[in-house]
């Protein structure tokens, strides 16, 4: 495609609830991360992907969050037992994964997610 | 970690006008992107830039990376411009690769009034 999409846009969801997000990343990168963004704050990474395999997950505030990228191309981030403080964008992006020092960054749309 | 700041917190400026953004960082870092992240939530990226000096139409970017520091021009600026502009760096491992992860500032508002 040409660029990363992420679905849903938006997500309401109860406390407590499960829910997953999806990310699509640019045809081509085998890198992907999961960034989260609060109101008012920069993006803050939680898990970055290189192929199938979680290279850091060092950002993951507890064992609520979990990723996924089962093929090295879609990735799903799973929350379970979801608290209202995880209200957030979620976003998502990719890049070439070359290790390189020029390997940029590209992002999608992002998810909104409100729990109620 | 490495500290990420950006100046100003926010800006005003009137069409037309000129701005210049900081972006400060702790450490030595392999990527610097800046973006501008626009009313709907989307980011898009400006320029990628660990050291030099580059310019796209009324945008440039300088990073004096042993200083570390990173500006970014706008001139002659429109309301298109209104968002919020991040800076956001890749830290390097000790023998020169990436860590993967970028970490951002707090960004810098812009509002541009017609």
């Known amino acids: 495609g040409a660029g990363v999409s992420q679905t849903p846009s938006n997500k309401v969801t109860e406390k407590g609830k499960y829910v997953e997000l999806r990310c699509d990343p640019i045809s081509g990168h085998t890198a992907l991360y999961w960034y989260r963004q609060s109101l008012g704050q920069g993006p803050e990474f939680l898990i970055y992907f290189q192929g199938t395999g979680a290279a850091d997950d060092s950002g993951l505030p507890n064992d609520r969050f979990f990723a996924v990228r089962p093929e090295g191309s879609v990735s799903t981030l799973k929350i379970q037992r979801t608290e209202r403080g995880d209200s957030a964008v979620y976003l998502c992006?990719?890049?070439?994964?070359?290790?390189?020092?020029?390997?940029?960054?590209?992002f999608g749309p992002g998810t909104r997610l409100t729990v109620l | 970690g490495i500290q990420v700041e950006q100046s100003p917190p926010d800006l005003i400026l009137q069409e037309g006008a000129n701005s210049t953004l900081r972006c400060n960082f702790s450490d030595s870092v392999n990527n610097l992107q800046w973006f501008h992240q626009n009313p709907w939530g989307q980011l898009i990226n400006l320029f990628y830039?660990?050291?030099g000096t580059k310019q796209n139409g009324r945008l440039s970017a300088t990073t004096v990376a042993t200083e570390r520091y990173s500006l970014l021009y706008i001139s002659s600026s429109q309301t298109t411009d209104s968002g919020v502009y991040f800076c956001a760096v890749e830290r390097s491992w000790d023998y020169g690769g990436s860590q993967g992860n970028l970490i951002f500032g707090k960004g810098t508002k812009l509002s541009v009034k017609p």
């Open positions: 830039i660990p050291s």
């Open positions: 992006a990719s890049s070439l994964g070359s290790h390189s020092p020029a390997d940029t960054q590209y």
